[in-house]
């Protein structure tokens, strides 16, 4: 079982920097693929970052080349680093842990709000 809690949420305004933190529990944290999804005001959610565990990075085009998705593997922690935010970007973010590649999501944290306002 792989506990997942999110931090660093709030109140910022366009423009800002923000960043995430989810600590992971389980021994083999640097073997989980670890992710970063969204979801806004009555929409669904969606995906917006991947970290492999050597390191592959993957991004939404909607945040790409805005935010910074990085892991601590020594702290089983995972990081995103929002920059410019913008007020399309309010939403809950959560956390989520995959086993392997190719593997589904299936560990997932109880989310962080974010506002951004403009």
């Known amino acids: 079982q792989v506990q997942l809690v999110e931090s660093g949420g709030g109140l910022v305004q366009a423009g800002d920097s923000l960043r995430l933190s989810c600590a992971a529990s389980?021994?083999?944290?640097?073997?989980?693929?670890m992710g970063w999804f969204r979801q806004g005001p009555g929409k669904g959610r969606d995906f917006v970052a991947s970290i492999w565990s050597g390191g592959v990075t993957s991004y939404a085009n909607s945040v790409k080349g805005r935010f910074t998705i990085s892991r601590d593997n020594a702290k089983n922690t995972v990081y995103l680093q929002m920059n410019s935010l913008k007020p399309e970007d309010t939403a809950v973010y959560y956390c989520?842990?995959?086993?392997?590649?190719?593997?589904?999501?299936?560990?997932w944290g109880q989310g962080t709000q974010v506002i951004v306002s403009s």
């Open positions: 989520a842990a995959a086993l392997g590649v190719a593997k589904p999501y299936d560990y």
């Open positions: 389980g021994r083999t944290f640097s073997s989980y693929v």
